[in-house]
């Protein structure tokens, strides 16, 4: 399974993106996906994961309402749109496929990896 992840650039704070994950097949009927950033720096940390067998989601409390995961099935896609963007925000971005359908905030559950996208958030 490859995850392909698109969407990342550089906007000014305030602004929106749009990330995308595309898989190169399906992961399981009913594994949970998510996307977790890494800043200059600093650790690997989660940002938000949702499951496929319902609209179930979690969020880090740093982007909780201001960020929206979502995936489109037959696509096989999974989406992240980012408001309100912050400095802080800006990182790698990653998508991740979860080896079972729990949702999970926690990385060593997730055994597939996209490649990663930038986002810069400028003040």
């Known amino acids: 399974v490859q995850l392909q992840a698109s969407g990342g650039g550089s906007v000014q704070a305030g602004g929106s993106l749009r990330l995308s994950c595309a898989s190169s097949k399906r992961t399981g009927s009913n594994n949970a996906m998510g996307w977790f950033r890494q800043a200059p720096g600093k650790e690997r940390e989660f940002v938000a994961a949702i499951g496929w067998g319902g609209p179930a989601a979690y969020y880090a409390d740093s982007v909780k309402g201001r960020f929206t995961i979502s995936r489109d099935i037959p696509k096989g896609t999974v989406y992240l749109q980012m408001n309100s963007l912050k400095p802080e925000d800006t990182a790698v971005y990653y998508c991740?496929?979860?080896?079972?359908?729990?949702?999970?905030?926690?990385?060593?559950?997730?055994?597939?990896w996209g490649q990663g996208t930038l986002v810069t958030v400028s003040s």
């Open positions: 991740a496929g979860s080896r079972g359908a729990a949702i999970t905030m926690n990385a060593s559950a997730y055994a597939y």
